[in-house]
């Protein structure tokens, strides 16, 4: 069993939708859960991270992480074609800048 | 201030040859992490040094793969008799120190076919 679980996808939604990706983990270690995008043939970005449970929101992104469940997500609203892309989550017992552990990556595909 | 910067960006080796992929950080970053991206897979961990220094390379394959971030130049990943699995996406990452709130930025990978 992988450390981290994400769905491959694909996952279609129309311009506009609200778009919901998530990812379980078996390690309770982690304590620091982040979300990266990555264009076809580039490098993974970071959109947003969390520190333990709870919420957070940037612009028209909202993570959200339940440690009790393992069980963190992102959710993009407005979702625009420029959103299409594969999302990555990643996370670590210690800083964001240190040794992650990936989920496979969900691609996300928002159609005009 | 430059990203980090990966080169070659496409690299295509026989197998039995050598393959050296070379990451230079971004100015002021001292943390070199690497890691490998299968096909349609996430990318997994594969060794973490800073300058002059192997801190954990425990995602390193034991045979063939090494690695070194010298207190001058880029970082080497250096893969010697490549095997056709060991095409891939290799991907470097930098951050400044390994604290709580600083991310680590990712370059634009190497992607190298081995044929």
């Known amino acids: 069993q992988k450390e981290v679980e994400q769905d491959p996808g694909p996952l279609s939604v129309p311009e506009g939708a609200i778009v919901s990706l998530n990812c379980t983990y078996s390690?309770?270690?982690?304590?620091?859960f982040m979300w990266y995008r990555q264009y076809s043939r580039k490098g993974p970005e970071l959109l947003m991270y969390?520190?333990?449970?709870g919420n957070k929101e940037d612009g028209r992104f909202t993570a959200q992480v339940d440690k009790s469940s393992k069980y963190i997500s992102l959710f993009i609203r407005d979702s625009q074609p420029s959103d299409s892309a594969t999302y990555l989550c990643?996370?670590?017992?210690?800083?964001?800048?240190?040794?992650?552990?990936f989920g496979g990556g969900t691609r996300v595909l928002v159609k005009p | 201030n430059a990203g980090v910067m990966q080169n070659p960006r496409h690299l295509v080796r026989r197998r039995g040859q050598e393959a050296r992929l070379r990451c230079s950080p971004m100015k002021g970053h001292s943390h070199v992490y690497w890691y490998r991206q299968l096909p349609e897979e996430g990318l997994k961990f594969m060794v973490y040094?800073?300058?002059?220094?192997?801190?954990?390379e425990s995602g390193m394959p034991k045979e063939r793969f090494s690695a070194e971030f010298p207190k001058e130049g880029p970082s080497i990943l250096r893969i010697q008799q490549v095997v056709r699995g060991d095409s891939a996406a290799y991907f470097c990452a930098s951050s400044p120190e390994a604290q709580m709130n600083t991310e680590a930025f990712f370059g634009q990978g190497t992607r190298l076919t081995v044929v």
């Open positions: 390690n309770s270690a982690f304590q620091y």
């Open positions: 990643a996370m670590t017992p210690s800083g964001p800048g240190n040794k992650l552990t």
């Open positions: 040094l800073q300058k002059e220094n192997i801190i954990d």
């Open positions: 969390t520190y333990s449970s």
